[in-house]
């Protein structure tokens, strides 16, 4: 249910996560870490500074470092400004909204499957998955 755009976002998260607090990571090595295009990486970590997860500094020694704690940064604060994911409050099956009192035949199914996912997405953090991948990692 995430765009490529979004993993590779969290990718890259997950990369600066691992970073020293005040180390920054250039997009080429991101890039190359994640197997992501390297300018189209650039962009999107410009939205994410924009978004206040990643902070940029241009120069020697420059690239990006996360602007908070991995244990602070949800799955939903890095796929809300890519994928646009709150906008699916909506009806599933036209572009007006239902309700309880006038539902959709899909209504009452698709608020489970939202309200799970959006449960997912506010639950993990970037430090759950990085720790995670760093125990698979170990496992193989």
Same mark, same amino acid.
């Given at each position: 249910m +995430?765009?490529? #755009?979004?993993?590779?976002?969290? &990718?890259?998260l997950?990369? +600066?996560a691992?970073? =020293?607090?005040?180390?920054? *990571?250039?997009? *080429?090595k991101?890039?190359?870490?994640?197997?992501?295009?390297? &300018?189209?990486?650039?962009? +999107? +970590?410009?939205t994410?500074?924009? *978004?206040g997860?990643?902070? $940029?500094?241009?120069g020697?020694g420059?690239?990006?470092? @996360?602007?908070?704690?991995? /244990?602070e940064? #949800?799955?939903? =604060?890095v796929?809300?400004?890519?994928?646009?994911? !709150?906008?699916? !409050?909506g009806? @599933?099956?036209?572009? $007006? #909204?239902? !309700? /309880?009192? =006038?539902?959709?035949?899909?209504?009452? /199914?698709?608020?489970?499957?939202? /309200?799970?996912?959006?449960k997912?997405?506010? $639950? !993990? #953090?970037?430090?759950t998955?990085?720790?995670?991948?760093?125990?698979?990692?170990?496992? =193989?």
């Amino acid at each position: 249910m +995430l765009s490529k #755009t979004a993993i590779h976002a969290v &990718n890259a998260l997950v990369e +600066l996560a691992r970073l =020293d607090e005040q180390e920054y *990571a250039g997009a *080429a090595k991101l890039a190359e870490k994640i197997h992501a295009p390297q &300018n189209y990486l650039g962009k +999107l +970590l410009q939205t994410l500074a924009q *978004a206040g997860l990643v902070h $940029g500094q241009k120069g020697l020694g420059g690239g990006f470092r @996360l602007a908070r704690r991995p /244990e602070e940064i #949800t799955l939903y =604060d890095v796929v809300e400004p890519i994928d646009h994911v !709150s906008r699916w !409050s909506g009806c @599933l099956m036209s572009q $007006g #909204t239902c !309700s /309880e009192g =006038d539902p959709c035949p899909m209504h009452r /199914e698709w608020a489970v499957v939202r /309200e799970k996912y959006f449960k997912m997405l506010h $639950g !993990s #953090t970037i430090a759950t998955i990085a720790s995670r991948r760093e125990a698979r990692s170990r496992a =193989d």
